[in-house]
């Protein structure tokens, strides 16, 4: 057995030096070999790797699989992530009814029409950050000027946040989501950040607004529906989801688009919504930013792919790899952002899949239509070989992004 | 074609209005997806088609 153990190959590998935008050369070789194939997780644990577009989707989407990452089988992230898991559920790690009871809590303020209606207050949001970003000092650091800021605005005016408060909130919400965080620190994130939740859902209860938060303590707060500290343990949830991912899609998409810098004056001098809309989906394809691996285990014996997983045993899904597979999309290394890339699991895929897309899309195409037309010479103000990427995170990115113009 | 949307898988995604708003809408309450015709015309049943494809719940049925 132990031998066996050895000779699986360990997830997640490393991405190649010099590749920074492209998933590790050794997952794209377990693909080639086969759709599915037994992998070696931190643990020691050994569960499936379902590694192509097709099967990834039948798993994602099929109700014998499970999210509910307190069974015995589930292949967790991290010794840190395992720990709090255990101990405030999500409605991500719930599988239906539950979930989607919970769900559909919060659906409404995500659907099309209304994200659509924020356009003007997000195009404020990113006006106003890059006015300040060209009158402050230069080189500046885009993450902490930018990419950050404006999903973290927008997610605070959404939810009713403060946004004062955003020191406290994205530290915690660093720690969280940190693979090398021990299970001290993301415990103990994860406590501070519901405890702030919770009391601004006391306040919520006393002196609404006009806010998810404010209408979720009445609609199900104050009905008996959740608990106050349910509400705050989804609020923490939203608040975090909403930061990190839009953050790093804005910041890795900037480095990836200044080095096809052809592409990044077509969608500067776009007037087209489509063309703008067309990119941001190619981006999300091609940096799939959730690049560890989406969280799976088996509720039943399932044949897929030519093998047999066995009831509780772990799935690994990454979808990086699947929207890098040559059979689904041609050239599939190059960035084009005249692809139809729409089929793209970059949100994952099943009744999981991403809540907040609809926001995460208008915010980006806000964002790739403004940032590039309002600073034309927008440049790295470093080597690319200089650059922190986040190896270590659940959502891939770069630590800081200096630029100069 | 004959396009259906089970609401009882539907997860909100709003995938489909993305794809077809001249087919698909959104409920105000829950986000929950709502045809405005069940029988599209020739020239939406390519986007119907595309938002059946996307459609993260596999809600959307169509008989062609």
Redesign the interface.
């Known amino acids: 057995m132990t031998e066996t153990l050895t000779e699986l190959p360990a997830f997640p590998a490393q991405r190649a030096s010099g590749a920074p935008f492209d998933p590790p050369p050794e997952h794209r070789r377990l693909q080639r070999q086969a759709p599915v194939s037994r992998v070696r997780l931190w643990d020691d644990s050994t569960p499936w790797l379902v590694s192509s577009y097709a099967e990834q989707r039948a798993m994602?989407?099929d109700p014998r699989v499970s999210a509910d990452a307190r069974q015995a089988g589930y292949p967790h992230q991290s010794a840190g992530l395992k720990a709090r898991r255990g101990n405030e559920v999500t409605f991500i790690n719930m599988d239906d009814p539950q979930h989607?009871r919970l769900?559909?809590?919060v659906?409404?303020p995500?659907?099309?029409?209304?994200?659509n209606a924020m356009r003007p207050a997000i195009q404020r949001i990113v006006d106003g950050l890059i006015d300040d970003l060209l009158a402050g000092p230069k080189p500046a650091d885009l993450v902490q000027a930018f990419a950050l800021p404006v999903p973290s605005l927008v997610i605070c005016e959404l939810l009713g946040v403060p946004y004062a408060d955003h020191d406290f909130f994205q530290q915690n919400s660093k720690k969280l989501i940190n693979r090398n965080s021990t299970p001290e620190e993301s415990q103990a994130a994860q406590v501070e950040l519901v405890d702030y939740l919770e009391e601004l859902v006391g306040r919520k209860l006393i002196e609404p607004a006009d806010d998810l938060l404010s209408r979720l303590a009445a609609e199900q707060v104050a009905t008996g529906e959740l608990t106050q500290h349910q509400l705050a343990v989804m609020g923490q949830l939203l608040l975090v989801a909403g930061h990190e991912t839009t953050a790093n899609m804005i910041a890795l998409g900037t480095a990836a688009l200044l080095e096809h810098p052809g592409q990044l004056a077509e969608l500067r001098d776009a007037d087209d919504p489509k063309l703008v809309a067309g990119a941001v989906e190619e981006l999300l394809r091609y940096l799939t930013i959730v690049h560890s691996g989406r969280r799976r285990v088996a509720t039943e014996d399932i044949e897929v792919g030519g093998q047999l997983i066995r009831k509780g045993e772990g799935i690994v899904l990454p979808t990086d790899i699947a929207n890098r597979q040559p059979e689904e999309f041609a050239d599939p290394d190059k960035l084009d952002i005249h692809r139809d890339a729409?089929?793209h699991v970059a949100?994952?895929?099943?009744?999981h899949?991403?809540?907040g897309?609809?926001l995460a899309?208008v915010e980006l195409q806000i964002v790739y239509s403004t940032l590039y037309r309002r600073i034309p010479t927008l440049a790295l103000a470093a080597e690319r070989d200089q650059l922190k990427f986040k190896h270590d995170g659940l959502v891939y990115g770069v630590y800081e992004l200096p630029v100069t113009w | 074609m004959r396009v259906t949307v089970d609401q009882d898988k539907c997860v909100g995604s709003g995938q489909c209005v993305l794809a077809s708003e001249a087919v698909f809408d959104q409920r105000d309450e829950d986000g929950i997806a709502v045809l405005l015709t069940d029988t599209p015309s020739a020239a939406d049943a390519e986007d119907v088609r595309q938002a059946a494809a996307v459609c993260p719940a596999l809600a959307i049925d169509i008989q062609e």
Do not use: D, E, N, Y
Request: proline residues 4%; glycine residues 8%.
């Open positions: 994602l989407s989607a769900r559909r809590m659906t409404a995500f659907a099309i029409k209304r994200v729409r089929k949100f994952g895929f099943g009744v899949q991403c809540l897309q609809p899309r």
